[in-house]
């Protein structure tokens, strides 16, 4: 039995605005599909505008960079599906898709896709709403300055038993602390050896500075465990910021590459009526 009933395509975001009977409808027009172990599903480039459920197995979604190898953007598994923009868009394919194993997926044609639209003005409407919430998440997400500084991200909440940590742990760390420790170890081994016998208070083998060292360094060592573990805090939200710079720089790209094609369009229909007006008035008759 197919799992890709008319209610499990509502967990789809493009199909989640529609009536339970116009995903019926449209679960009626997808057709199934089984493919090999290893065969490739999707070519990037490919033009073909298909949108893809898998129904069973696995898929590998992957892509060729600048030097020629092989990255693996994702897996994907029963219930998942891909391909939905590129059906919408009709543009190519940006990553393939290959079968990892014995692979069953129900696939909807961009000009069925379209029929049922035009048969079911609703269901449209419901796909503009999706679409518009998608812009508004896109527009949000460009409109984010995210360009900031993780140490001051980090600085609004912190402790000030944490502050105390890095001081301490910072301090821990320097030829000052260094210098101070040797010089506690000499004096304290001076006074308990040459010196006069009233002040040995700690006689060799100095089991009390041996426990003041001890427990000296248990201490410093949990005070440096606190630091490390807000640098980490620090580096996640660094990684974070970087992952949202990223995010809205490939926005920003996708933005001025659809605006060029644009531009590009515009120019070729601007050439293609100057061309059209140029002949007209060659073929117009020449006055006496």
Sequence with gaps: MSIVTPQRLAGIPLFSQMGDEERAELRSIMTERVSQPGEVVMNASDSRAVFFIIEKGEVEIWLTDSDGNKVVLDNLGPGEFFGELSMLAEEDRSASVTADGQLVTVELDRAEF???????????????LELGQRLKRADSILRTRVSRNPNEEQEEHISVGQRIADLIADFSGSIAFLLV??????????????????????????????????????????????SQNRQAAKDRIKADLDYQVDVKAEMEMGGMAAQIREIQRKIHDM????????????QQPSQP
């Design 114 to 128: 379209f029929d049922f639209l035009r048969r079911r003005p609703d269901a449209a409407i419901n796909v503009l």
């Design 181 to 226: 420790n040797l010089a506690v170890f000499v004096v304290w081994i001076v006074v308990n050896t040459v010196g006069a016998g009233l002040l040995h208070f700690d006689p060799y083998p100095f089991q009390f500075l041996t426990m003041a060292v001890s427990l000296e360094a248990i201490f410093l060592s949990i005070f440096v465990l606190i």
């Design 271 to 282: 050439h293609g009526d100057i061309l059209e007006i140029k002949e007209q008035k060659e």
